[in-house]
């Protein structure tokens, strides 16, 4: 019995308590408990029932990266041309008196088990770049919340599914989740709290829980805790800084999505070179997502056909050939036949190369023609020269049929008395040996 008197006791006291707080508080006090909970979630983080969010740094609430893109400026000239390239369309010289298409084919291999594709744009004559353009492998992405109970709750809810998916995704790149106020400067969530209180909008609760809901996003989404990035409203794509303030280059992750897949690139972009700006502002003016299709690589090449013999064979031709093989890169008679062509034209070694280092990697064999340039595996060059012998015979099998229509006489012998041609096949299969893989030397 004196124990229940105890309780209640408590209970009258604890009321009398929160009673009198509330009457000191006041109404504002009351009015500053949203933001106050929010503050301490932004500053300190949660791990509750109802949400799990890491404490935020700076970089994560704020986008702080400065873009510095000339919208208007750099239009692309005839120096220039634009192509579908694998999958995005991309502006690249074609005829420029200095710089150069080299292509850039990486190891790395992408969902369908094919090379990633890239290129660099350099110099030929000092073998340096300013600029590459590296496609990288696609993701998934998910604005599935229903793991946090918070967003789940029924206003919480509406106001995340009203918006669109672009526009959610625009807004884990572009929205201030502290609207213009600088983390850094507040020392505790009290302070925080109250300036933010100073922000007129009468639904203000829910767009608050909307912020925490882009903070969740961000801490999946992005691959580290402090990262700087952009949405770029003219391209429609999202940016990531990767460079440090002493690179010597400037690297940034262009950010595209489509449903629920994520496409990518890394752009490189040589800081301090005035080449190098112009075509990055040309480039996030004009870059956007295309797709891949055997019609795009038709196209191409049917614009390749127009060019005269001696630019075919040139590294103008080269970028047409390369852009069209970007759309069927599962193509390996367009590969072979690509570096066949390339192989007519004066001084293409250097745009030949990694195209004869793919070539070799993935089939076994470069495809060049040309003896000192050739490099195979001891499988490969069996089955070269057992078709070359196929040829031979095949040859001389019709120069016979051919003299025989003009000799009567001699359509009575018996082409028979040749070799056989499996005998020959057989005799070169025993006499063929092992070739080194010497890698490619560039004089």
């Given amino acids: 019995m004196c124990r229940k008197v105890q309780v209640k006791k408590k209970i009258l006291l ?4 929160f009673t009198v707080t509330l009457v000191m508080i006041g109404y504002h006090g009351i009015a500053l408990l949203p933001y106050l909970v929010y503050s301490r979630i932004i500053l300190n983080g949660i791990d509750s029932e109802y949400i799990k969010l890491d404490k935020a740094s700076y970089e994560q609430v704020t986008p702080s990266y400065v873009l510095d893109v000339d919208d ?19 502006v690249v010289p074609i005829q420029h008196p200095v710089i150069k298409l080299l292509p850039l084919i990486s ?42 109970k918070l967003f789940t709750l029924s206003t919480f809810k509406k106001n995340i599914l009203k918006r669109s998916s672009f526009e959610i995704w625009r807004d884990v790149y572009r929205r201030d989740l502290l609207y213009n106020r600088d983390l850094r400067s507040f020392k505790n969530s009290y302070h925080l709290a109250r300036d933010l209180s100073k922000i007129s909008n009468e639904n203000m609760l829910e767009e608050l829980v909307y912020n925490l809901y882009i903070l969740f996003l961000r801490q999946k989404i992005f691959e580290n805790n402090k990262p700087l990035y952009h949405w770029y409203a003219r391209g429609g794509f999202g940016v990531m800084n990767l460079s440090l303030d002493n690179d010597i280059f400037k690297v ?25 700006k112009e075509y990055r502002s040309m480039l996030f003016n004009m870059i956007h997502l295309v797709g891949t299709s055997q019609q795009n690589s038709q196209n191409i090449y049917e614009e390749y056909k127009t060019l005269p013999f001696e630019q075919k064979i ?22 072979r036949e690509m570096i066949q062509f390339l192989e007519k034209g004066k001084n293409n070694l250097i745009y030949l190369v990694p195209l004869y280092e793919y070539a070799f990697s993935k089939y076994g064999t470069n495809f060049s023609r ?17 078709e070359e012998e196929q040829q031979k015979e095949i040859a001389e099998i019709n120069s016979q049929e051919n003299a025989n229509r003009n000799n009567p006489a001699e359509d009575k012998k018996s082409i028979s008395d040749k070799p056989d041609v499996d005998y020959i096949l057989k005799k070169l299969k025993e006499k063929s040996v092992p070739v080194k893989n010497k890698a490619l030397e560039v004089d």
């Fill in 107 to 148: 190891k790395e291999l992408d969902e369908n088990n094919l090379s990633l594709l890239g290129y660099k744009l350099i110099t030929p004559q000092y073998s340096y770049y300013n600029i590459s353009f590296e496609i990288q492998k696609t993701s998934r992405v998910s604005f599935n919340f229903y793991t946090e």
């Fill in 370 to 386: 040309m003896d000192k340039f050739r490099k195979e595996t001891s499988e490969e060059l069996l089955k070269r020269k057992i």
């Fill in 314 to 335: 040139d590294p103008k031709g080269m970028v047409y050939l390369y852009m069209a093989f970007s759309h069927v890169r599962e193509n390996k008679n367009f590969l």
């Fill in 252 to 276: 940034e992750k262009l950010i595209f999505k489509k449903g629920d897949t994520v496409f990518s690139v890394i752009l490189k972009t040589k800081k301090n070179d005035h080449f190098a």
């Fill in 72 to 90: 208007l400026a750099y239009k692309p000239s005839s120096l220039y041309k634009k192509f579908a390239f694998g999958g995005y369309e991309v």
């Fill in 14 to 17: 604890f009321l009398i308590l």
